[in-house]
């Protein structure tokens, strides 16, 4: 592979946003993705890859390069040329690859790949906690997986299209994809594109979603005619999939605290072509109260860690924070009682999260269950997925029953 200088510049601009500014990751990509109308699919690729490899990879390649943060531009030159070497691309005769050592780059890989945290470029506190809570063997295996690159997984739009048509739609538009076992439907891209510049995509044929969150709308066991809340609805790619489910008939009440995302919502769910969803940010809590004992089915895909969906979030550990961990545990308490309320008699309700740790995930449940506002559901059953084990997202989700 050869090296072209626009290209590598446009690498150093969106690190120096990511790690110097706090930016999130995705949103600097799509920018720098938009700078020159002149790069091909292959450029656009080399930019937005690079940038993720190395903010992936940001503790191991500033131990090996010897660099500290803040990292100035020629910092980051450092930690490019360590990403080259272990590449086996070869620099090119600029200044910012003067001297540098390749021979001891391999050197310094092969030291410090021996220690976890170092290996899989974490920090010390993130090591910890997984450590504790999922113990060595799950845990040395999981922070593994989530460094892999994850797969891109479509989920069919069933109020539109099966996925056999979906699969023979997007073959023709150039782009494979495979079913996967168990996942209804789940369409897996053989090799990464573009899907959303696809006709199929257009016309409201799909989302992208990965095949666990894909599992939650399931889990809630839905059914046409009913009242279903979504309480953290995002923009919205859980509640889509459950008005598939629901074949667009009874009611679903998608709500959040950002109003921002709903919005995103309300367009997506046009382009599906649902139209069974109300829309209601969380402003006070009056529409929370409105809704208690009504509905048939709630959904609560709570706020977390995300320590399930790094592969997805690589900017996510540097941004995470030990303090933040115990507020948002404080948090999922608070959501699961409150929202809980909004369940009628004999009917269910759906704890999630894209954590894969116990405490953001059973151990919330086994709490609230042992509360007085718990006391009156039951569990039915969860699930624990976890990435190095399944492929996908690691992910949690427990079903609950409220008794008549």
């Known amino acids: 592979m050869r090296l072209h200088r626009n290209l590598c510049f446009a690498v150093i601009d969106g690190l120096t946003q990511i790690f110097n500014e706090g930016q999130y990751a995705d949103k600097v ?5 938009k700078r020159d109308k002149r790069w091909g699919s292959r450029d656009r690729g080399f930019v937005a890859e690079t940038v993720y490899d190395i903010v992936r990879w940001k503790r191991l390649y500033a131990e090996i390069a010897e660099v500290k943060e803040p990292f100035d531009r020629d910092n980051l030159w450092r930690m490019f040329a360590v990403w080259a070497t272990l590449k086996g691309i070869t620099l090119p005769d600029w200044k910012y690859f003067e001297n540098t050592p390749t021979r001891k780059i391999k050197g310094r890989f092969d030291e410090l790949s021996k220690v976890r945290k170092l290996r899989e470029s974490i920090p010390d506190w993130i090591d ?7 113990g060595e063997s799950k845990w040395t295996k999981e922070i593994a997986m989530q460094n892999e690159k994850a797969d891109v997984i479509l989920r069919t739009n069933t109020l539109k299209i099966t996925k056999e048509k979906l699969q023979n739609i997007l073959a023709d538009e150039g782009i494979d994809t495979e079913f996967i076992k168990g996942y209804d439907a789940a369409l897996k891209l053989v090799e990464r594109a573009n899907v959303f510049v696809t006709d199929a995509f257009k016309k409201g044929y799909f989302e992208v979603q990965d095949a666990s969150s894909q599992l939650v709308a399931d889990f809630l066991d839905v059914a046409p005619g009913m009242k279903v809340v979504d309480t953290c609805a995002g923009a919205g790619g859980k509640t889509l999939h459950i008005a ?9 009440v998608a709500m959040d605290i950002y109003e921002s995302k709903l919005k995103k919502l309300k367009v997506r769910a046009r382009r599906n072509g ?13 529409p929370i109260k409105k809704l208690y004992n009504k509905a048939d089915r709630v959904l609560i895909d709570a706020p977390c860690s995300g320590l399930g969906v790094l592969r997805r979030n690589p900017d996510a550990k540097w941004k995470l924070e030990p303090e933040f961990l115990d507020k948002i545990r404080i948090t999922q308490q608070e959501v699961l009682q409150q929202y809980s309320r909004m369940v009628k008699e004999g009917g269910k309700l759906v704890y ?23 006391a009156n559901f039951e569990l039915v059953k969860d699930k624990k997925i976890l990435a190095h084990e399944n492929g996908y997202d690691g992910f949690y989700m427990a079903l609950m029953e409220r008794k008549a």
């Open 128 to 134: 910890e906690v997984g450590l504790a809570e999922l």
């Open 274 to 286: 649902v139209h069974n969803v109300d829309l209601k940010v969380i402003d006070s809590t009056k």
């Open 244 to 252: 598939s489910l629901m074949e667009n008939k009874g009611q679903i």
């Open 29 to 33: 990509i799509q920018q720098l993705l």
């Open 352 to 374: 999630a999260t894209c954590s894969v740790l116990p405490s953001e995930n059973q151990n919330q449940v086994k709490a609230f269950l042992k509360s007085e506002g718990g």
